[in-house]
């Protein structure tokens, strides 16, 4: 099966703009769930998606929003970026996400000037 | 609150020499934990986690639950080993925490020639 696949892999982005990042998981997984990972913070989580309903969420502002498509793509969008967003977003992958081993794609490298 | 601690952020070892890396938790529940790896230019990647109670790549981890820990141990270390290793928990059972992992900030393992 094909893995996890993000796109785009690096953006570059000014304060106040808005991205969307897009996360395709392995063929029949239906959980997927997203990750910031920063130098200063390491990986934190974001929120997941199960059966396009978000199912959880981590503590971050509302400008970060996510959703998840009838086949399972998700994707994240943060509005009115800010410096302190730039960071290596991670999407995974589970079957149904209720313990199961995550999948983790590439993910995308959003840098904001 | 569920929280993984990895007390060493680098750890050096030689080529042949025993290495062990170590990871605490605190959670309430029956957690499912896990090692992820990530290799340079790579993605994170599962190496183990403890319910299947695998040795991968000569890695195993026992789960203590009496002192709540979950060390990567492998008896002699190779230089490909080099990475950085996180380990990371999540809730097994139904609940708010679905489908989430906690990770420990992570231990950079580097094994000389």
């Known amino acids: 099966k094909a893995g996890v696949t993000q796109t785009p892999r690096y953006l570059i982005k000014t304060r106040g703009q808005q991205v969307t990042l897009s996360c395709s998981p392995i063929?029949?997984?239906?959980?997927v769930s997203w990750y910031q990972q920063t130098p200063g913070q390491g990986l934190q989580f974001l929120f997941e998606?199960?059966?396009?309903?978000?199912?959880n969420k981590g503590n971050f502002p509302g400008r970060f929003s996510g959703r998840q498509f009838s086949n399972s793509r998700s994707e994240m969008n943060v509005s009115t970026l800010e410096l302190g967003d730039s960071a290596l977003y991670l999407c995974?992958?589970?079957?149904?996400?209720?313990?199961?081993?995550?999948?983790f794609g590439p993910g995308t490298r959003l840098l904001v000037l | 609150a569920q929280r993984v601690t990895q007390p060493e952020k680098l750890l050096s070892v030689f080529k042949g020499a025993p290495v062990e890396l170590k990871c605490n938790y605190s959670?309430?529940?029956?957690?499912?934990l896990f090692w992820y790896v990530q290799y340079s230019r790579q993605r994170l990647q599962l190496l183990l986690r403890?319910?299947s109670r695998e040795s991968i790549k000569g890695f195993t981890a026992d789960l203590n639950k009496g002192e709540t820990s979950f060390h990567l141990k492998k008896p002699f270390a190779q230089e490909e080993d080099s990475a950085m290793y996180y380990c990371a928990l999540s809730h097994r059972s139904r609940g708010s925490t679905l489908g989430r992992l906690y990770f420990g900030r992570g231990t950079q393992l580097t094994v000389w020639p």
């Open positions: 998606y199960f059966s396009e309903t978000q199912r």
């Open positions: 995974a992958s589970s079957d149904s996400g209720t313990g199961e081993t995550q999948y």
């Open positions: 063929s029949g997984h239906r959980s």
């Open positions: 959670y309430s529940g029956s957690p499912e």
């Open positions: 403890h319910i």
